[in-house]
């Protein structure tokens, strides 16, 4: 099998992960526009335009790259795989995690010029508390056992729906709304709308994703031993096994 070029892969995380806040950012300030006076409303216009394009976004970019678009996929897909080979290579996780940052941070400024806003609004919306970390800790647990139960039981067809499906539920039973990734944490930082998150909020959040991926791949290890064989199915399968196709 030959995997498809770095650069490619690199590209579609860059891409995935800047629509995807895009998405978020977005359909956020939408939101609030059309729903000014009720939260949960907005709570939910935010979360079903969320799950639908991370859901569309997975089927866009998985064949490429996986679809990571979270440091935290990658960084668990990259510890479990390193033994038997498969997944990303140390060299890989540190390219995933630039690409996803990077559009993470252009995926909030795409959706503030989208809406008549200032490029860079960074936010005022202060999210640090400990239940709010506790929140994000529980959100990323619960993702990557999702994300790599399918890929070992051999159904990443799902994925699309299933983690899609995953973070629109995650909005509304965790304190913290579900960031459940570093990058994603960052780029909302960078517009100060429904979905911003402070600067000096940033911090406590990624410490809980990290430590949320370390209970969680913990976990993974005890429940799927294996899980590493097939770290190349995640989030989908991303090898191109057809010489023809790999232009």
Do not use: C
């Not at 300030?29 to 969320?50: F, H, K, R």
């Not at 056992?145 to 890929?151: C, K, N, R, T």
Request: charged share 10%.
């Amino acid at each position: 099998m030959h995997q498809i070029t770095l650069w490619r892969r690199l590209l579609a995380e860059f891409l995935g992960t800047a629509l995807l806040v895009t998405a978020v950012v977005g359909s956020g300030i939408m939101a609030v526009e059309l729903s000014p006076d009720d939260v949960g409303l907005q709570l939910l216009e935010n979360s079903v335009a969320t799950a639908f394009a991370l859901g569309a976004l997975i089927l866009t970019f998985g064949p490429i790259s996986g679809a990571h678009f979270n440091p935290v996929v990658s960084a668990a897909d990259w510890f479990l795989g390193r033994r038997s080979g498969t997944g990303l290579t140390i060299k890989d996780l540190g390219g995933y995690a630039v690409a996803q940052t990077l559009g993470a941070v252009a995926g909030s400024i795409l959706a503030n010029l989208m809406f008549d806003l200032t490029a860079v609004t960074f936010s005022t919306k202060e999210r640090a508390a400990g239940n709010l970390w506790l929140g994000e800790i529980v959100a990323v647990v619960g993702l990557l056992l999702l994300i790599f139960a399918l890929s070992r039981s051999g159904r990443a067809s799902v994925a699309p729906a299933a983690v899609g499906a995953y973070i629109g539920a995650a909005y509304w039973f965790t304190s913290s709304t579900s960031f459940a990734n570093p990058s994603v944490t960052i780029g909302r930082a960078f517009t100060d709308t429904f979905a911003g998150i402070a600067p000096a909020s940033v911090p406590g959040f990624v410490v809980a994703q990290l430590v949320g991926l370390l209970i969680g791949v913990g976990l993974v290890v005890a429940l799927y031993p294996h899980a590493g064989d097939n770290a190349d199915a995640v989030v989908v399968p991303h090898e191109d096994t057809d010489p023809a196709r790999r232009a």
